[in-house]
């Protein structure tokens, strides 16, 4: 681990600017993935900016009858939370799918929607990696590609977003809010907050430099059956290979998002248009355009089944 600087503020705003005056500085809270990048090397931030006295760490309704979710609350927290559990089951379900307890205990809502890919490659730092080192090249797209993206990546970048909490967040509609250096503050729409890798994968959100996430915030729960379907190489701490988050109503409407095969949570409109349709139509439109590699073609087979068991699941309780 190279040296770095630390230290700590105390508002989001002195964060934001901190953060603007030291190029390269990372804000760290839960650290779960900030400092195993840190030891390898793989990024190496010559400032440290402490978040964790920032008072982000409630849950809290808000007028339009949804919930506000501070920045550091604790992956744990939120998935026990009774409001989160009832009105949002698929996101309980979601974060109790990831990582372990010990892990859930520490990282926190940003840090979640932040972390980075988990791609061999990235984390190999004798192979070429555009996110790691942008312009090095894709060692991806001619290795073993089993665990990447089959639909939203580029000849630059295959690799996928991790989180599960995002799957479900997307799902929701979820809105992220933050404030910049100026003192200006966004809400940026969670369909809008990840870039598609393109030529530029090092560039993963639409945070400017200094932005710093403040809360996520929900719109009022959503009734019907909350699904969040999980599958993996083992059975605890693995990221997915697929995973399937669905709300679905008695009328068999609904919405679908997907994990484990692009840059961001997948979903589209067309798709959830096609619930009533069953399970074909839906994954048609889902995968639309997909370009699957000889090692990750499996992926979609294993989308559609997983679909189809949870559509299969919902019309039972239902």
């Known amino acids: 681990m190279k040296a770095f600087s630390y230290e700590k503020v105390t508002s989001s705003l002195e964060a ?17 993935n900030l400092l195993d990048l840190m030891k390898l090397e793989i990024e190496t931030p ?30 744990t927290d939120l998935a026990a939370d009774m409001r989160v559990r009832t009105g949002y089951a698929v996101l309980s379900r979601a974060l109790l799918a990831g990582a372990s307890g ?24 004798n192979q070429p990696c555009n996110k790691r080192l942008p312009g090095s090249g894709c060692a991806a797209l001619g290795g073993y590609s089993r665990q990447l993206a089959v639909i939203g990546a580029s000849q630059d970048c295959l690799a996928t977003h991790p989180s599960d909490m995002a799957v479900a967040m997307r799902l929701l509609d979820a809105t992220i809010e933050t404030v910049s ?38 719109p009022p729960p959503v009734g019907g059956t909350h699904i969040y ?21 008695r009328d068999h409407t609904g919405r679908i998002a997907v994990g484990g095969v692009a840059h961001q949570p997948w979903r589209r409109a ?12 839906v994954f048609d439109k889902l995968f639309e355009g997909a370009q699957p590699t000889a090692d990750n073609q499996f992926k979609l087979v294993l989308a559609k089944r ?6 299969a699941e919902s019309r039972a309780k239902a």
């Open 102 to 125: 010990q892990l859930r205990n520490q990282a926190t809502t940003a840090g979640n929607l932040l972390q980075r890919t988990r791609c061999p490659y990235f984390y190999d730092t």
């Open 181 to 218: 250096p100026d003192g200006s503050e966004r809400a940026i729409p969670i369909n809008d907050f990840y870039r598609a890798p393109g030529q530029t994968p090092h560039l993963e959100t639409v945070l400017n430099a200094g932005e710093f996430i403040t809360a996520v915030v929900l």
């Open 270 to 281: 067309l798709a959830d248009s096609e619930l009533p349709n069953g399970t074909q139509p």
């Open 16 to 32: 934001a600017t901190r953060a603007l005056q030291n190029p390269g500085a990372r804000f760290i809270a839960g650290g779960t």
């Open 46 to 75: 010559a400032h440290l900016i402490d978040v964790n006295g920032l008072a982000l760490d409630k849950i809290e309704p808000t007028d339009e009858g949804g919930l506000r979710i501070g920045a550091l609350v604790r992956n």
């Open 306 to 311: 997983t679909l189809a068991s949870v559509l």
């Open 229 to 249: 379907r999980k599958v993996r190489d083992r059975a605890s701490y693995a990221f997915a290979l697929v995973s399937v988050a669905a709300i679905v109503q």
